[in-house]
């Protein structure tokens, strides 16, 4: 007698259950695969626009202009002022003459663009390089205000107002990806729930029996959480394909500009273990919540 | 021993099922729980078998207080009864060496003990030759066994029997009482509800009479 016989013919009678429910098994399987693999790709895509939206964060440097009319003792202390703030990684002082010669490399076609003119209308500037930590839109968007009230500056520009926008546009989707991932998990569990409700009614003489010749409440639950985890892990490998298929889709239609790079998001078998912990958890969870209101000592 | 202090048992919509039931039955007995349907035979069996709790009073089995038994428990206390249905309560979808194995692999019996046992027991009622047979294509009498060796198999020390010959012909009841005798002689103790009073009168053991959940006559022992 012991443990052990247990466990063997708890698994035992797992495996000849889902022998012969394999259209149960299936199903759930296929459910826990579907609400995966649509929260996954969800998942995804979220991330990789997340990381797009940094990374033209980081791109975006903040020029602040000088007045025309600023004593040069005004600009070493706005340099100062503006070395000394925390966000700050390195400052670049650009003349005026050093802004022409860059709008005229920039333009070899429209050499002499300026030539007509009596004086350089280009202002003197700072071009601004913020640290790492401060390169979020929002963040930007907040230096660039404050510095737009120092003495000597006559106005801030950053990369570009609407990554900005764009940013919280991703914090709306953040919100409807969590209000939907719940939906789906929340669902998942329902169908899972019912699918071995029904095994369970389908085989409620013999839990009834077992019952009667005193099985424990573990060991008649026991099969019905291996076939749940069962369909699970299955679940969790239909879901790899699933995305698998989805990214190589996506991939092949994502503009260009958009950077994305589907593949490298999640590493393959960091993904696999992720969906199939996932589909383990959902499967067992499904299978108890069954079970718990029908099993009574 | 099984000892009931003023047992009551009332069921939901008011049904009196037992009335201040009063019983000592002793290890090793053999006894008859007799009345007419409604009595409260079945009830009785039941409460004993720890599958219905009694509105009031206190059941002592072998000196443990079965109401303060925690309910994860009460697996424990049946894997030492044998209970036989009138119905039966076979799985039909398990052969009938399965079935009798059942009692045995939820206590975590090992495989091999668990053949022997099996086996041997199968012979004791005579049906070793149906092991692989499953129960729908055994005659009522052949089921009946099968629902008795499942209960025998783990050497029970209390055997209950609800109506266990209601679905039997006089012959094959009275061979499932000689078994039942024989097990009690075996040192189990015995415990039949049943109405049928031909096959009371030729077993002569003590006979508890109920009529509407009171224990009218308490017999006894042979």
């Not at chain 1, 009596?118 to 601004?128: C, D, G, M, Q």
């Not at chain 2, 199968?122 to 209960?151: C, D």
């Not at chain 2, 009073?197 to 042979?222: D, M």
Request: aromatic share 8%; with cysteine; proline share 3%.
């Amino acid at each position: 007698m012991g443990e052990r016989s247990s466990l063997v013919y708890t698994v035992s009678d797992a495996a000849a259950s889902i022998r012969e429910n394999p259209v149960t098994v299936a199903l759930s399987a296929v459910t826990v695969g579907f609400s995966l693999a649509i929260f996954t790709l969800f998942l995804i895509v979220f991330i990789n626009i997340s990381g797009v939206v940094h990374q033209w964060g980081e791109k975006a440097h903040v020029i602040v202009y000088i007045k025309d009319n600023s004593v040069k003792g005004g600009i070493s202390e706005l340099k100062a002022n503006l070395t000394l703030l925390g966000e700050v990684e390195s400052v670049t002082y650009i003349s005026k003459d050093d802004a022409l010669k860059i709008l005229n490399t920039g333009f070899e076609a429209g050499e002499g663009l300026l030539e007509g003119l009596k004086e350089n209308p280009l202002p003197a500037s700072f071009e601004i390089k913020l640290k790492d930590s401060f390169r979020d839109p929002k963040l930007i968007s907040n230096f660039a205000e404050k510095v737009g009230s120092y003495r000597w500056v006559e106005e801030v520009q950053f990369g570009g107002e609407w990554v900005e926008k764009f940013a919280e546009l991703i914090s709306f989707v953040k919100l409807t990806a969590v209000i939907l991932g719940t939906f789906l998990i929340v669902a998942t569990l329902f169908i899972i729930s019912n699918t071995i409700r029904l095994t369970v009614y389908a085989r409620r003489e013999e839990i009834e029996v077992m019952r009667l010749v005193g099985a424990s409440n573990t060991y008649i639950k026991a099969p019905f959480v291996i076939e749940g985890v069962t369909s699970g892990i299955v679940g969790g490998l239909i879901a790899y394909v699933l995305i698998y298929l989805g990214i190589h889709f996506l991939g092949s239609q994502i503009p260009s500009y958009f950077e994305l790079d589907f593949q490298s998001t999640l590493s393959a078998p960091f993904l696999l273990l992720c969906l199939i912990l996932s589909g383990v958890l959902l499967g067992a969870i499904g299978a108890l919540v069954s079970l718990g209101k029908f099993l009574k000592v | 021993m099984i000892q009931l202090y003023h047992v009551h048992k009332k069921y939901d919509g008011a049904v009196q099922a037992l009335t201040d039931v009063n019983l000592k039955i002793e290890k090793g007995e053999f006894v008859f729980i007799t009345g007419s349907s409604g009595a409260g035979k079945s009830t009785l069996l039941k409460i004993m078998f720890g599958s219905e709790v009694p509105s009031d009073g206190h059941i002592i089995l072998d000196g443990r207080n079965y109401l303060k038994i925690p309910p994860e428990q009460i697996p424990l206390i049946r894997r030492r009864m044998g209970f036989v249905f009138q119905d039966f309560k076979l799985i039909n979808t398990k052969s009938v060496f399965d079935n009798v194995a059942l009692a045995l692999k939820v206590m975590g019996v090992g495989p091999a003990l668990i053949k022997k046992r099996v086996n041997k027991v199968l012979a004791y009622v005579q049906l070793q030759h149906r092991a692989n047979f499953k129960p729908l294509t055994l005659s009522g009498g052949e089921q009946q066994r099968v629902a008795i060796a499942r209960a025998l198999v783990k050497d029970p020390a209390i055997l209950l029997a609800d109506e266990p010959t209601g679905n039997l012909d006089p012959e094959l009841a009275v061979q499932v009482m000689e078994l039942f005798k024989e097990v009690s002689l075996r040192g189990t103790t015995v415990i039949v509800a049943t109405h049928d009073h031909s096959l009371i009168q030729r077993f002569n053991s003590r006979v508890i009479e109920f009529s509407e959940g009171k224990v009218i006559s308490a017999g006894e022992s042979a």
